[in-house]
Nanobody
Framework: VDLVESGGGEAETGGSLTLSCAVS?????????MGWFRQAPGKEREAVAS???????RYQDFAEGRFTIAYDNLNLALSLEMNSLKTEDNATYYC????????????????WGLGTQVTVSS
């Protein structure tokens, strides 16, 4: 498996969780951009945050100021620190490797992890 997410679980409103995605060594230095996406039941998969090879990060409006994406090049791990969690953040979170420089659309993703569930209770 090329991408393996971990770190999902349960949190209360206002709490924090940090997701991690282990990236296969095959992808080391071979990706234009990487990102986190999420999908809630009955909804389309949507972008959350992304990082490109220059280290530039991009966030969707709902994630700006609350979430932080980072890529650890030494340990080949993509992380997503999530703070001030809301019930609206309930979803399965996926990491992805994208074929463009932005990774802000699910259609740009070439590889997906299997996902990790995040449940936020009020």
């Amino acid at each position: 498996v090329d991408l393996v997410e971990s770190g999902g679980g349960e949190a209360e409103t206002g709490g924090s969780l940090t997701l991690s995605c282990a990236v296969s060594r095959f992808f080391n230095n071979r990706w234009p951009s990487m990102g986190w996406f999420r999908q809630a039941p009955g909804k389309e998969r949507e972008a959350v945050a992304s990082v490109d090879k220059s280290g530039r990060t991009r966030y969707q409006d709902f994630a700006e100021g609350r979430f932080t994406i980072a890529y650890d090049n030494l340990n080949l791990a993509l992380s997503l620190e999530m703070n001030s969690l809301k019930t609206e953040d309930n979803a399965t979170y996926y990491c992805a490797i994208c074929g463009d420089d932005y990774c802000v659309s699910r259609y740009a993703a070439d590889y997906w992890g299997l996902g990790t569930q995040v449940t936020v209770s009020s």
